[in-house]
Each structure stands twice: as C-alpha cells, then as structure tokens.
C-alpha cells in the first residue's frame, strides 16, 4: 500500500476531523489527501507550536485533532506539549515525519533527528514507528485511541524507510 | 483604561454575548478570575503565546459558537504568524482582544517592543485580518467587543492586587468543554 495512503486510512479509522500542519516533503501527498477531505477541517499554520495551540481548541470544541509535521517541529513545540496538553489533559495526534536518522542526506536534520525518540520518551509522550505501509494504518488509529484514553498527545514516527516502504 | 477595568468589561460583554473566554498567562487570568469567574473561561496557566491560537481551533470547531480572546502584546509577539492564520480564516465569530500595556506585565513590567513603536495593530492589517480597531477608552472598547475580527487596546501597565487561581488545571478544562459542548451544535 501507499504510505500516505495508510496514513490518511489510520487517519480516518480514528476519525481525526481536524488537522493543523507545517509540511515536509516526506508529508506532501498525506496533506493533499487531508486538504481535499471535506470531513476534516485542514488548517496549515505558520509554526507547530501554534498548531498545538489550535488542535487544543479545536479539542475543546468537539474535534478530534492531529498536527502533522516534521520532527523539527517538535522541538517548535515542546512548552505548548507540555505546559497546554499535558498540563490539561488535552489528546493529540501527532503525525511525525522522522528525519535525520538512517538514509538523510540533509546533514541539519540529524541532530534534532537524532534526539527526537529521547526527547518524546522525556515528556512521557508515547511513540510509534511503523515499519512499513501495511502496518501504519493500524499504528496511526491505535496512538489515537491511546491519546484518547490517557488524555495526552501520542505520536507516530514515520522515518525515511517508511516512506520508500510499499 | 487599566487593563483590570479592561478585562471587567470584556467579561461581562463575553456574559452578554454567550461566548467562551479564552484569557492569557499570569495576571490577565487572575484579574479575570477575581472579577468575573464562570465556567465559560479558560484560564490558561501556560503556553504563553498561545491563547490567539487555542481560540482560533476552537472558533473553526465550533462556527455557530462566539469565541473572545483575551491576549497582551508581549504574547502577540512571541506568536506573530496567529495574525496571519486569523486573515486566512477570519471566522465570523472570532474576536481577539490585544490588551496592549507595552511591557511584559506578570514578569516586573520589562518594556516590550510595543513601548517604541511597533504597532501589532498595523501589523494585522498587513496580515490581511480585515476588521482591526484600536481603543483606548472604555466607551471605544466597550463598541469593539460587540464586533469581531481584532481589538487592540491601550492600557495602562500595572497589575490588580489579586491572588493565584485556586482551581485546579482539571477543574478549568471540564467545566469548560462541559459548556463549549453543551452550546449550540457545530
């Protein structure tokens, strides 16, 4: 299968209906598949943090939220994680392009590519990271059931094998 | 206009209108909670700069819903692109309220870039939000929170002598969504 495809299907499965995202080329064909989707409401914003900030509300209002961006992005968003959705209680899905590790050929990636696990591990944010296709629809529709349940975000990573994965 | 007498007026202007208040970090909350406290405020305790934001997702959930936000400039300028994600939505039922004192008011009142001529409410405009006003008097602001769009309003620095809210994190989210979701249908 696809990957954007499985993801988007997980998406579904979970019945995520609103979505705010910074792109990454690794995201481009889900955010096409998000964006033209008029059961969820795609908001793009100018940085994660404030992504953090609107699927906050949008939870507050009724929504079932995921913010879809690239590793780099976590590090734009550690306080908000931490002092809004932790703090409160509030679930997310965070859809995670995981770069820097095996296979990046952009040598600025690896450092915050490297310490992304580590630094979801220390907010006590679980991760998940779906080996192929086949097995991301289900990874995606079970992290947010469990964000559901434990009133806090959960992330899935989705690295450069994922991507090239069939 | 002291912003205490400035968050008095929004409060009850919020009451009149049935919309969900979204207050900021530090003393804007807490002279929110000593004035005027009902279920229908979120008062958040962190993620300073967010308050524009969290408002915003929460007006796009919930179109038939009023959403008012109560932020201050240093927040506004720690999240300058929520001014152009508020032009590209510009929900009908959104209302930000810049409570502009120049300075960094729960921290010691250290000047912010507002005390020498930046202008959030001209940056607004040059974000594309449509509807921006700026008051400075209770009879101007009292107008502007009957709109919608962006109300940027001069106060005076200077913090109400009110204490630390004494609900819990949990207590502030249940009681809120509890209405946010009892309000008319998205």
Known sequence: MNPSLAVYQGMKQAGIDFAASVPCINLQQLLHLVALDPEIKHVPVTREEEGVGLCAGAWMGGKRPALLMQNSGLGN????LASLDLLYGIPLLLIISHRG??????????????MTPGLLDAMQIRHFSPASAGA????VACAWRLAKSEHKPAAVLL???????? | MKRFEAIALAAEV?????ALLI?????????????KDRPQNFYMLGSMGLASSIG???A????????????????VLMNLGTLATLAAYNPENYLLVILDNCCYGSTGSEPTCTSLGTDLAGMARAAGVRIVSVVSDAVGLHNALLGRGLVLAKVEPGNADVPIIDLTPHEIIERFMKCALEAEPS
């Open chain 2, 60 to 75: 796009l959930a919930k179109p038939r819903q009023n959403v008012m936000v109560l932020d201050g400039d240093g927040s």
């Open chain 2, 56 to 58: 915003l997702g929460l």
């Open chain 1, 159 to 166: 690295d450069l094998e994922f991507w090239r994965s069939i």
């Open chain 1, 136 to 139: 991301a629809c289900e990874t």
């Open chain 1, 101 to 114: 590790i095996k296979g990046e050929p952009i040598v600025g990636q690896v450092p915050m590519g490297r």
């Open chain 2, 23 to 35: 207050s900021n970090i530090g003393f804007p909350s807490r002279e929110l909670y000593a004035q």
């Open chain 1, 77 to 80: 968003s550690i306080n908000a």
């Open chain 2, 14 to 18: 919020a009451e009149e209108r049935h």
